[in-house]
Nanobody, 116 residues
Framework: QVQLVESGGGLVQPGGSLRLSCAAS????????MGWFRQPPGKGREFVAQ??????TNYADSVKGRFTIPRDTKNTVYLQMNSLKHEDTAVYFC???????????WGQGTQVTVSS
């Protein structure tokens, strides 16, 4: 199991930017795909973005061109969110998936609210 701790959520105006961070308890990028999911109010959890151990990225259509998922060389992955919209309001969860075992670890979630 991997422990994940998210930070960086908050309130932002439409059109603004926010960066979320997800710190893993150990260095895992060589074996895990790291991702972000979100759960809007009253809805189910949905995929947002992922970066594989090899550095390949994948994004939901709703965030392409606005969000990126950079990572550092140690144990932290980010979600850079630009041009935020009301519909981006959600609890954002960090995910680590072992690429061979296909096991998942989740963070506790961080609230992002886009409102004027």
């Amino acid at each position: 199991q991997v422990q994940l701790v998210e930070s960086g959520g908050g309130l932002v105006q439409p059109g603004g930017s926010l960066r979320l961070s997800c710190a893993a308890s150990r260095s895992i990028f060589n074996a895990y795909a790291m991702g972000w999911f979100r759960q809007p109010p009253g809805k189910g959890r949905e995929f947002v973005a992922q970066i594989t151990s090899g550095g390949r990225t994948n994004y939901a259509d709703s965030v392409k061109g606005r969000f990126t998922i950079p990572r550092d060389t140690k144990n932290t992955v980010y979600l850079q969110m630009n041009s935020l919209k009301h519909e981006d309001t959600a609890v954002y969860f960090c995910n680590a998936r072992h690429e061979v075992l296909r096991t998942d670890s989740w963070g506790q979630g961080t609230q992002v609210t886009v409102s004027s």
